[in-house]
């Protein structure tokens, strides 16, 4: 064998033991985008949360538990996260694993609502369960969540990006514009939609028009009624009044 047809064949060796290496260590790169990724994110969404202490959270399909451990902090040892699954393992393997977090309340939950009470909510969240719904049932489950949520609270929402995703990863994900469309059928307004950095996933925040609208009418109210005190003081208090602005001379 020449020289060179030698070197050739070390190199065809060297080339096919590092190929799926290669291969491997894209495929993880992408699984971890797809996948779990949107997890290395965690500061960024639990942020956007916007927490309270002392906040009562739905964690719906919370699967591990993984989100509302992230969650707990911000909430204080009176907060309280209940953590819904329909898998009942799943429900067992989170009051093991967070048996130390006790604001931390997994529970099984039925596959068409939460299960609580109405108002009883700060805020709502669903992390990769949305397209998980029962089919046809979406709009029904955020009506549900409007009535759970209290009129000041928020729903979350995270979902892989539909038109990012590809093959399998796109029967699991989700349309932002679709999702806006049935929250809004649904009664939600939304007040964002942003992809999560690193991460091919979307997350949309939702908050209730109504306690905007009480809010805003409120406040007209309180204008109009100091609008019309000025309008109809007499008119010597008027002076007086005037008078009392004016600068010394
Ligand atoms: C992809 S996992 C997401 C887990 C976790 N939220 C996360 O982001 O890592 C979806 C979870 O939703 C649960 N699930 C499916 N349908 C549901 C429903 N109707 N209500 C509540 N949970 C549901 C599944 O059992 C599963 O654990």
């Avoid at 040892?77 to 699954?85: F, R, S």
């Avoid at 006790?102 to 009883?120: M, N, R, V």
């Avoid at 306690?211 to 008119?235: D, G, I, L, Q, V």
């Amino acid at each position: 064998m020449s020289m060179r047809v030698r070197i050739g064949v070390v190199f065809a060796v060297l080339l096919g033991l590092c190929l799926p290496v290669v291969g491997q260590s894209a495929g993880r790169r992408e699984s971890r985008i797809g996948g779990y990724g949107y997890r290395e994110s965690a500061d960024f969404v639990v942020k956007r949360l916007g927490l309270r202490r002392n906040s009562v959270v739905v964690d719906i399909g919370a699967g591990d538990g993984w989100w509302s451990s992230k969650m707990v902090a911000k909430l204080g040892p009176k907060g309280v996260i209940h953590a819904g699954e329909v898998d009942q393992k799943k429900v067992d393997a989170m009051k093991t694993k967070w048996a130390d977090l006790k604001q931390i309340k997994p529970y099984l939950c039925p596959t068409d609502g939460t299960g609580l009470e109405t108002d009883s909510c700060d805020l709502a969240f669903l992390s990769k369960t949305y397209h998980h719904l029962n089919k046809d049932g979406h709009v029904a489950y955020l009506k549900h969540l409007k009535e759970v949520v209290k009129p000041s609270g928020k729903l979350v929402i995270i979902e892989r990006h539909q038109a990012l995703a590809s093959g399998r990863g796109a029967e699991h994900a989700w349309l932002p514009g679709l999702l806006g469309h049935q929250a809004e059928e649904a009664g939600w307004m939304m007040l964002r939609c942003e992809l999560i950095p690193g991460s091919d996933h979307f997350m949309a925040t939702f908050v209730q028009p109504e306690a905007f609208a009480k809010a805003f009418a409120k406040r007209r109210e309180a204008a109009e009624k100091k609008k019309a005190a000025k309008e109809n003081k007499p008119p010597e208090e008027k002076n007086a009044a005037e008078e009392k602005k004016a600068p010394p001379e």
